[in-house]
């Protein structure tokens, strides 16, 4: 019959280089395999980045006293110390390096330039110095979260609308970033050095990044996030791999550019905000996960699933060393960060002249 012989003709074709098919009657599907392996390698990492941070830091358990605390077994001092502080900030870690990735890939994207992350171009400012202003003015633990949101997507707007867009425009756009998020970074500074000291110590972990003790609910919210945006993220990455030539090319393979610019932006602002409302502005998550992504998948369309887990990697791995290396002292995610990060925009700047992606 002739559909058995179509559906036998597309079962023997030959596999692209590089590529794995996977045939299923008529239909098949192809995998990159450098992509594949990346995401595999990554997510191997993660289980061991997860098992180092469950079992070892202030007081170390190994991984069977960890193992059996997770159940609710043991001790009941390593229960709590597993079930009730450990869990909730590797969650909140991983979650928040997730969605910073992915925003920094979407925005990097977009805007067709490496340097253009939410927290470069002003966002997470925004987000944070919203987030302080709810902590001094209505200290709730919903507050942070909800004006978290408010405050990127004003940083979001005021940078698009003064900048006339990314794009062809790239350069400018991050300028008036670093200038939005300069006077969003003014105001969180002048709300703290105004308010009582009690307001302005349970505002700092705002300002630097931490993932100390944060709210439950704040990190319930973000799961819920970070499991609506990845698939819609992964939706855009077909039509931002087509952005990467010239719009009426984009126009002319049926791409929308402006409904695929606005809920690239909708989801960066959604996935930004309830990050930077969980941990603070975390500065080299956005910036190096996509770049992270890309040179283990071998620049193979847009990464964003490589984003997400190379995000939580990082984020996991920098909260891990902060709490551990320098026992008994907790250095801040944010500092750590903010410690690589310096030296890595630098390496960006200085090893790649053009730095525009596309």
């Not at 067709?112 to 209505?138: E, K, M, Q, W, Y």
């Amino acid at each position: 019959m002739r559909p058995d012989a179509s559906s036998s003709h597309v079962s023997t074709l030959p596999s692209p280089a590089g590529y794995w098919a996977v045939s299923a009657g008529a239909y098949r599907v192809l995998f990159h395999k450098r992509g594949m392996l990346a995401a595999l390698g990554l997510i191997v990492a993660l289980v061991m980045l997860a098992g180092l941070s469950l079992a070892y830091g202030t007081a170390d358990l190994g991984p069977l006293g960890a193992l059996q605390a997770i159940v609710g077994e043991g001790e009941p001092r390593q229960v709590f110390l597993i079930q009730e502080l450990r869990l909730p900030r590797l969650a909140a870690g991983l979650l928040s390096g997730a969605a910073l990735g992915v925003a920094g890939c979407l925005l990097q994207t977009l805007a067709h330039n490496r340097l253009a992350t939410p927290g470069i171009i002003g966002i997470d400012d925004g987000a944070s110095a919203f987030a302080v202003a709810s902590i001094i003015a209505v200290p709730t633990s919903l507050a942070p979260s909800a004006l978290a949101l408010m405050g990127a997507a004003t940083a979001t707007a005021l940078v698009f609308g003064l900048s006339g867009g990314a794009g062809s425009k790239g350069y400018r756009f991050i300028v008036v970033g670093i200038a939005v998020g300069a006077v969003f970074g003014a105001l969180t500074n002048l709300m703290l050095a105004r308010s009582d000291m009690d307001s302005a110590n349970l505002a700092y972990p705002w300002t630097v990044g931490s993932l100390n003790a944060r709210p439950a609910l704040a990190v319930w919210l973000l799961a819920m996030g970070v499991l609506v945006c990845l698939p819609i993220a992964k939706y855009l990455g077909r039509a931002l791999n087509v952005l990467r030539f010239s719009e009426p090319v984009a126009v002319g393979l049926g791409v929308s550019l402006r409904r695929t610019r606005v809920l690239t932006l909708i989801v960066t602002v959604v996935l930004t905000a309830l990050g930077v409302a969980v941990v603070g502005p975390v500065g080299l998550i956005a910036l190096a996960a996509p770049e992270m992504a890309r040179q283990l998948a071998g620049r193979q369309g847009v990464p964003i699933m490589g984003s997400a887990f190379s995000g939580a990697l990082l984020m996991g791995l920098a909260d891990w060393v902060g709490r551990s290396v320098f026992v008994p002292i907790e250095i801040p995610v944010g500092v750590i960060t903010a410690v690589v990060g310096g030296p890595y925009l630098l390496w960006i700047l200085l090893r790649r002249p053009d730095r525009r992606i596309g």
